[in-house]
C-alpha cells in the first residue's frame, strides 16, 4: 500500500473511532439529555391506597394474640457438664421451649421434655424480665411441668381456662410459642382429629392428644394452644415429621388433662396415679391376645387387699409346663373398650384414688360386670 492509501486509511479508522466513541457517550449520557430537554416531575413516594377496615377475622385473630401473648413465656434451659480434664463442672445452654402463666402465684406450665435433664431453666416474660426458675413437679405419663417464678409486682395474668371435653374436629385453633427460639410467634389452624396416642417406646405412652395442623415446630413445646375465644384447651407436645420441622400434623395435651394434673404437682410434686390392685404387662398381654384368640387386657395377678381382690377379680394361673392360662380380661372400663395395657391406663387415668369403675370382664365363656373402687398407684 502506498504512502497515501496509507494515510487515507488511517484518516478513515480514526474517524470511525471518533465516531464510536461519540455515539457511546450520547448513549450513556442520553437518559439526563432527555431529562434536561423534557424535565419532568421530581422523584416522590408513591401516594398509599387507603386499605379500609380490616377483616372481622383478622381483628379476632390480632385481639387474640394481644391477649394471650403476655401470658406465654420463653424457657431456656441449662445443663452441667464436667470437663474430664479439669474435674471443672460448667453449665451450658441445653435447649429453649414455650410455657405459659398458670395462676397468680407464679406457676408456669411447661413440657415435661423441655426440661428433662436440664440443670437449671430461666424463664423470660413478654416484658422482657426473666427469672430463674424453681421446679414444682413433673409427671412424664402426662409429659407435663410445673416451674415456679417470682414475680412480686406487674404479674402476667394467667391464660383463660376452657375445656376439651366438648371439642369438634374442624374448630379453629391458635398456638404461641417459641418455635427455633422465634419468640413469641403465632400460627393457627384446626383440630384435626382427636384422642390420639404418642410414645411408648422408651418412655410412657402420652395419650388423648389432641392433633391439630397449626404449625408446631421444635420450641413450640410446652405454649398454649388456644381456641377461638383465647382459651386453653390444650399444651402443644410434639411433631410428627420425619424432617424435624413442621408438615402439618401436632399433637396437644387436652386441657382437661391439665388441669387434673396440675393441681396435684403443685401440691404433691408427683402424680400419684389410680389403679386396679393388679399385675399386667403389654408384651405379654400382646403375646396372651395372639396365642388365645382374646382382645382386652389379661390380669395377671390381683394384689391381695386390693379393690380388685376385693371386687373378685381372678388373675392368671401357671400350669407346671409354665404355661400362662388367662383368668379375668377386662374388654372394656366403663363401657370404654380397651384393647391393651397402655390404652386401659389411659382410661384409668381419667379417674381419680378413690373412685369406682365399672369394668367389663370376660371369664371363661361369660361376661361380667365387676365395680372396682381405684387405689393409689405405684
Avoid: C
Wanted: negative net charge.
Amino acid at each position: 500500500m502506498s504512502t497515501s492509501g496509507q494515510d487515507r486509511f488511517l484518516f478513515r479508522l480514526f474517524w470511525l473511532t471518533l465516531a464510536a466513541a461519540l455515539l457511546l457517550l450520547i448513549w450513556r449520557a442520553l437518559p439526563d439529555l432527555v431529562g434536561w430537554l423534557a424535565p419532568g416531575p421530581e422523584a416522590a413516594p408513591r401516594t398509599v391506597t387507603a386499605r379500609g377496615d380490616l377483616a372481622a377475622d383478622e381483628q379476632a385473630t390480632i385481639e387474640l394474640f394481644e391477649k394471650a401473648r403476655d401470658s406465654v413465656v420463653f424457657i431456656s434451659t441449662r445443663a452441667e457438664v464436667v470437663d474430664v480434664w479439669t474435674r471443672n463442672v460448667f453449665s451450658v445452654p441445653r435447649g429453649t421451649g414455650s410455657g405459659f402463666i398458670w395462676d397468680d402465684a407464679g406457676h408456669v406450665i411447661t413440657n415435661f421434655h423441655v426440661i428433662e435433664n436440664a440443670s437449671a431453666a430461666t424463664v423470660k416474660l413478654a416484658d422482657g424480665r426473666a427469672f430463674n426458675a424453681s421446679l414444682v413437679g413433673v409427671s412424664p405419663a402426662h409429659d407435663i411441668a410445673v416451674l415456679k417464678i417470682g414475680v412480686g409486682f406487674q404479674r402476667p395474668p394467667p391464660v383463660p381456662l376452657g375445656t376439651s371435653g366438648d371439642l369438634k374436629v374442624g374448630q379453629k385453633v391458635f398456638a404461641i410459642g417459641n418455635p427455633f427460639g422465634l419468640d413469641w410467634t403465632l400460627t393457627n389452624g384446626i383440630i384435626s382429629a382427636l384422642d390420639r396416642s404418642l410414645g411408648g417406646e422408651g418412655g410412657p405412652s402420652v395419650d388423648h392428644l389432641i392433633q391439630t395442623d397449626a404449625a408446631i415446630n421444635p420450641g413450640n413445646s410446652g405454649g398454649p394452644l388456644l381456641d377461638s375465644a383465647g382459651r386453653l384447651i390444650g399444651i402443644n407436645t410434639a411433631i410428627y415429621s420425619p424432617s424435624g420441622a413442621s408438615a402439618g400434623i401436632g399433637f396437644a395435651v387436652p386441657v382437661d388433662t391439665v388441669n387434673r394434673v396440675v393441681p396435684e404437682l403443685i401440691r404433691r410434686g408427683k402424680i400419684i396415679r389410680p389403679a386396679l390392685g393388679i399385675e399386667v404387662d403389654e408384651r405379654l398381654n400382646q403375646r396372651l391376645a395372639r396365642h388365645y384368640g382374646i382382645e382386652g387386657v389379661v390380669i395377671l395377678r390381683v394384689a391381695p387387699g386390693s379393690g380388685a381382690d376385693k371386687a373378685g377379680l381372678h388373675g392368671a394361673d401357671l400350669t407346671r409346663d409354665g404355661e400362662i392360662v388367662p383368668g379375668d380380661t377386662i374388654i372394656a372400663v366403663d363401657g370404654k373398650a380397651v384393647t391393651g395395657v397402655n390404652g386401659m391406663l389411659s382410661r384409668l387415668d381419667d379417674y381419680r384414688v378413690g373412685d369406682t369403675v365399672t369394668l367389663t370382664v370376660r371369664r371363661a365363656d361369660r361376661t361380667l360386670e365387676v365395680p372396682v373402687t381405684l387405689q393409689a398407684g405405684g
